[in-house]
């Protein structure tokens, strides 16, 4: 990487960047894994549009990753020709029923993202479905997943669910998106030991409970919600990403087991010291913004973290401090970017 002089840094912006992967499209991809989503950039169905009819859309027999975005379809029919499909996207249509699904299974990835759908039913002769995305639908509950024994990516982002539930049997889950919904309590995850990824991101959780049973989990983001207190993490041995920011957090404490860490969101909290986390020596990133900093010497518990690439600080009371980047690249000699600038020295 290039660099520059300690004197004179060059300022140089980047995003701070954040995914959940496959669901979304490029301008919400970041925000589903906040659970955060701008309304104005939310995707929506437009009602007035007339739905078409199935029959005028062409459909190839042979064709194995099946495109039907933005076709104005309002009802899943005529897809029996599709045996040999293995990925049908239908997103951002006007569907308001998951049906006539049957014929097709061959299937490894269903793509319903941003319709109009109620209920997650018909979806019995999918056995081999892989990944289910109905984010941004209208659904209410978790349910009718039972005969998906090998799936690994669900995505449920933006809809109305209240619980976790009904999940039992999803043992190959590895990645479960429930960002912006409804949920109000971490429940009934016991069975999803391949979990490697859970996004919670904009809910009303107030409590990090009931984790112990995934121990195969990697990254935990549940940014956005009512937490108080970092709890219940202990058994989350190979964790690697925890993002918590936008929480109530007053106190860094309870994180002696993750020792695999390699990022650490803790942003727009509310916490007065950087403390408890000496011991996390694979740190590469700390995110740390907005909150209530104020002693330079807290620095001393990242210089265990020999890799330490990006440290956020900015609106905490130290970068009032005319010498703020400075002192933090002096403090932290491996940083190379401080918030959204690189470092060139």
Known sequence: MATLSVGEPQEMEVDR???????????????????????????????????????TITLDPDEE??????????????????????????????????ENLDSLVSLRELDLYDNQIRKLENLQALTELEQ??????????????????KIKKLFLLHNKITRIANLDQLTSL?????????????EN????????????GTNKITQLQNLDGLHSLTVLSIQSNRITRLEGLQN??????????????????????????????IAANRIKKIE??????????????????????????????KGLET????????????????KIMLALPSVRQIDATYIRF
């Open 17 to 55: 960047r954040g995914e959940s992967e496959e669901s979304g499209d490029d301008e919400t991809k970041r925000k589903s894994f906040n659970g955060e989503v701008d309304s104005l950039q939310t995707p929506s169905t437009v009602p007035e549009e007339s739905p078409v009819d199935m029959e």
């Open 65 to 98: 990753d099946v495109d039907l975005v933005h076709c104005r379809i309002g009802k899943i029919e005529g897809l029996e020709v599709l045996r040999k499909a293995k990925t049908i996207s239908l997103r951002q249509n006007l569907i308001k029923r998951i």
């Open 132 to 149: 289910l995305d109905v984010s941004f639908n209208l659904l209410r509950k978790i349910e009718g997943l039972e005969c998906l024994s």
């Open 174 to 186: 590895q990645m479960l998106e429930l960002g912006s919904n409804r949920i109000r309590i971490i």
């Open 189 to 200: 995850l016991d069975s999803l030991t391949t979990l490697e990824s859970l996004f919670l």
């Open 236 to 265: 989350l041995v190979n964790l690697r990403e925890l993002y918590l920011s936008h929480n109530g957090i007053e106190v860094i404490e309870g994180l002696e087991n993750n020792k695999k860490l390699t990022t650490l969101d």
């Open 276 to 305: 408890n986390i000496s011991h996390l020596t694979e740190l590469k990133e700390f995110w740390m913004n907005d909150n209530q900093i104020d002693n330079w010497a807290d620095l001393d518990e990242l210089k265990n973290a």
């Open 311 to 326: 440290v956020y600080l900015e609106r905490n009371p130290l970068q009032k401090d005319p010498q703020y980047r400075r």
